[in-house]
């Protein structure tokens, strides 16, 4: 079955750092599109990130320079480094993968984990 | 990166059409013909509805339909049903290699 399975949550304060992680199943990271994309408490989606089968990377304007995305092949997952947390960083995260071809199109989804600064 | 404009609600009785309307700009929207739009019931992660303007993924009712004039994209949802009652957001690729979400849209099935 194709899943994502995002972990790594939690409370943390403003200025600090967490990782999240979201495990793939039914299919390879490495040659797909994959996504972050967060919703803040009642209000809408955003795009955080995404990483190309070939390893580019690009960010949202609001968390360049703050946060790294990455993958490890050998455990087919996809992570999210977050440095220099805000409270306006508080909301769900979502994996996502991109379909292919890229056309900024989000086909499968996890379930989310949810990241509170305060 | 702004994100792209939509209604903050619609409305429509069974049976009847609705029209939720995605505004963004030659950047993003007029730019390029990859505009998605998903549905999103409370508490759950979004579902893909339809993928590069037009298309729909396998198992999307054909009742679902998007579109595009210049700098604004649209999603028709024909025959309503209770079931469609949900938020729905527009999204496009942008200049820069960057995705813009809409505001979202809160369709009430009345």
């Known amino acids: 079955e194709v899943q994502l399975v995002e972990s790594g949550g939690g409370l943390i304060q403003p200025g600090g750092s967490l990782r999240l992680s979201c495990a793939a199943s039914?299919?390879?990271?490495?040659?797909?599109?994959m996504n972050w994309v967060r919703q803040a408490p009642g209000k809408g989606l955003e795009w955080v990130s995404v990483?190309?089968?070939?390893?580019?990377?690009y960010y949202a304007d609001s968390v360049k320079g703050r946060f790294t995305i990455s993958r490890d092949n050998s455990k087919n997952t996809l992570n999210l480094q977050m440095n220099s947390l805000r409270v306006e960083d508080t909301a769900v995260y979502y994996c996502?993968?991109?379909?292919?071809?890229?056309?900024?199109?989000?086909?499968?989804w996890g379930q989310g984990t949810v990241v509170i600064v305060s | 990166q702004s994100a792209l404009t939509q209604p903050r609600s619609v409305s429509g009785s069974p049976g009847q059409s609705v029209t939720i309307s995605c505004t963004g700009t030659?950047?993003?929207?007029?730019?390029?013909?990859?505009v998605s739009w998903y549905q999103q019931h409370p508490g759950k992660a979004p579902k893909l509805m339809i993928y590069?303007?037009?298309k729909r993924p396998s198992g999307v009712p054909d009742r679902f339909s998007g579109s595009k004039s210049g700098n604004t994209a649209s999603l028709t949802i024909s025959g309503l049903q209770a079931e469609d009652e949900s938020d729905y957001y527009c999204?496009?690729?942008?200049?820069?290699?960057?995705?813009?979400f809409g505001g979202g849209t809160k369709l009430t099935v009345l």
């Open positions: 996502a993968r991109g379909r292919f071809p890229w056309t900024a199109a989000f086909d499968i």
């Open positions: 039914g299919f390879a990271v490495s040659n797909n599109y």
């Open positions: 990483i190309y089968s070939e390893g580019s990377t």
């Open positions: 030659s950047s993003d929207v007029g730019g390029y013909n990859y």
């Open positions: 590069d303007v037009t």
């Open positions: 999204c496009s690729y942008a200049d820069n290699y960057v995705v813009l």
